[in-house]
């Protein structure tokens, strides 16, 4: 199969997205896992027993925060038009909102409980969340109002 510059452009484009939307379905299916993991961690967490599983999922999803926002940016270096990058902001924009809907609930569920376990690094984890959410949301309105 012979391509000629531009088909082969064209090709290798569709490929990279294609491979970009994979890992961001990748991320997202981490991620709730993860959080799955979380709640049912603290909800069977003994006042007393190891919360060392508990640190390790929380430091597990802050190191998978940021990837959605980095695919986002991939993805949107190889878009075609101002809609296709306003649409994959608004969908980081969504994840990123759904994942600070779920750090919300988790903290008020660590305060009645577990107050110790809601401590500067679960802290900081939410401040990455929200500033994420804002920069997508600041992302898609740039892009949509063009």
Do not use: N
């Amino acid at each position: 199969m012979s391509f000629t510059r531009p088909e082969f452009r064209a090709t290798l484009k569709e490929r990279q997205m294609t491979e970009l939307e994979e890992l961001k379905e990748s991320t997202k299916d981490s991620v709730q896992a993860k959080q799955v993991s979380l709640y049912g961690l603290v909800s069977r967490q003994e006042p007393q027993g190891d919360v060392e599983p508990v640190y390790d999922t929380i430091l597990d999803l802050i190191g998978d925060t940021p990837t959605m926002y980095k695919l986002t940016v991939a993805q949107t270096r190889r878009a075609e038009d101002l809609d296709e990058i306003a649409g994959l902001w608004d969908e980081a924009r969504t994840f990123y909102q759904s994942m600070l809907a779920s750090w919300e609930s988790l903290d008020a569920t660590l305060a009645r409980l577990f107050p110790e376990l809601r401590d500067e690094l679960f802290a900081h984890w939410g401040q990455m969340i929200r500033k994420l959410a804002r920069a997508c949301a600041e992302h898609h309105d740039f892009h949509a109002r063009k």
